[in-house]
């Protein structure tokens, strides 16, 4: 398997404003992005969310992305001529209409209509309505069950309309410093087809190669990990400082020494037993554990290496994704959360910790009448340890000690620059982005 030898896919935004000015030597390429706003994810202030813009008929929605949901959910206010029926089903009240997503469009398609569930982040910016779509095939969707007619899942649909490529995938980022502003872009959700940076920024695979962007491609090269009840997997080890903490799944029936886990586009933690949760930071000089949140608090100067083993594959995680910081706050906080209760049918909850740091496709092996069947995910490394602390030693000043020299770091920065109102999107490898000033 091909290593990734940099990492850090960061996204910054700058919305209604003229575009950043960078230095000329730093300005690789430029695009407009008009045709790909629909596909960018975007979070808000905590960076602790993942949403993406849909149309409901005529009006801009945006929807918190649910891998563990197959359902769509609007809440709030839409025009009137935006939805063609409503109607009420055991699982609640949902509407019709046509609804749109990176230019494609689904007519007649069931969703939620109900106020928005407890728990839910509130809406970005000043939307009218918004709501949570959920990643998952129709097998899974209670509103199709409810509705026995034959309907299908907003991403079945979306899915099945890209003819043999059965898969979406998501590409999720972060900038630590961006924590804070109102929206930032952080990745891309595409359906039928993987991230083609190469044509993003206007720039040849081998230029991207030259200076160690991955190639999102090859991840439909990594070893499928099949799905099983309720959205599990089977993950092989977690290591800290290359070494094995041991585990032993809850889980009846998961093979010895190997736990269960799940993901979720949801949480802003790994949630994880709290014996694994106390093994990881109980040792760290100044550590503290809050029962309450079920979080350890930490040094921000702490660094700690841990590498996610799946399918004899390594997924390292970033530094700054193991020890984060609290927005409007000089403290840390493990992301590392120690899960609450009995086990729910997996050990591991993998949110966006984990999927920043791993390029994930989610696929199905065939889609026997119409209906998506045998799940996988696929996922590609984009982190290593030498750019993880790298990273973490440009975001985290004063620097850890004790901690190895970081080898030498090549500033190479992609930009893309609209006309006002602007989005600007920054890709950066082996470093964190400092803003160029801007004039509004």
């Known amino acids: 398997m091909t290593r990734i030898s940099s990492s850090f896919f960061t996204l910054s935004l700058a919305l209604f404003s003229q575009a950043f000015k960078l230095p000329a030597s730093l300005q690789l390429a430029r695009r407009d992005l008009d045709i790909l706003d629909d596909g960018v994810l975007f979070s808000g202030p905590n960076q602790d ?13 945006p929807v918190q992305l649910d891998i563990e949901s197959s359902d769509l959910w609007v809440a709030g206010s839409l025009n009137s001529s935006d939805f063609t029926s409503s109607r009420t089903l055991p699982s609640g009240a949902i509407g019709s209409a046509c609804i749109g997503f990176a230019g494609t469009n689904v007519t007649q398609q069931f969703y939620h209509s109900d106020n928005a569930p407890q728990g839910w982040p509130s809406s970005p910016q000043s939307f009218n309505a918004y709501g949570r779509l959920g990643l998952g095939s129709t097998a899974n969707s209670q509103i199709t069950k409810d509705a026995d007619d034959g309907s299908r899942s907003f991403i079945d649909q979306l899915i099945l309309g890209n003819g043999s490529a059965l898969f979406i995938t998501l590409l999720v980022s972060t900038l630590e410093t961006d924590k804070g502003n109102a929206l930032v872009p952080n990745g891309f959700l595409t359906v039928g087809t993987t991230v083609d940076l190469s044509n993003v920024f206007g720039v040849s695979l081998d230029r991207l190669s030259a200076v160690g962007v991955p190639i999102m491609s090859r991840v439909t090269s990594q070893p499928k990990i099949q799905i099983g009840s309720g959205g599990t997997f089977v993950v092989d080890d977690i290591r800290i400082s290359g070494k094995s903490i041991g585990l032993e799944s809850s889980v009846g029936g998961a093979p010895s020494g190997k736990p269960v886990a799940k993901l979720s586009t949801t949480s802003p933690w790994i949630v994880a037993p709290k014996s694994i949760v106390d093994t990881l930071y109980a040792g760290v000089p100044g550590a503290s554990y809050s029962a309450s949140e079920r979080l350890y608090h930490l040094p921000c100067s702490a660094e700690i290496s841990v590498t996610i083993v799946i399918a004899g594959v390594s997924y390292p995680l970033s530094s700054l994704d193991v020890i984060g910081t609290k927005v409007g706050s ?13 086990s729910q049918g997996y050990d591991l ?12 496709l989610y696929g199905y092996g065939n889609a026997d009448g119409k209906t998506l069947r045998e799940p996988y995910y696929q996922f590609l490394p984009i982190s290593t340890p030498s750019d993880s602390h790298a990273l973490f030693i440009q975001a985290r000043s004063p620097a850890p000690t004790p901690a190895p020299n970081p080898q030498a770091v090549t500033h190479t920065v992609f930009t893309t620059t609209t006309h006002t109102p602007t989005t600007t999107i920054w890709v950066c490898w082996n470093m964190v982005v400092l803003r160029s000033p801007h004039t509004d």
């Open 49 to 61: 969310d993942l949403f993406v813009a849909i149309t409901v008929g005529e009006s801009v929605v």
């Open 330 to 342: 000089d403290t840390c906080v493990g992301m590392f959360q120690a899960a609450e209760g009995s």
């Open 349 to 360: 909850l993998m949110g966006l910790p984990f999927l920043r740091n791993a390029y994930t």
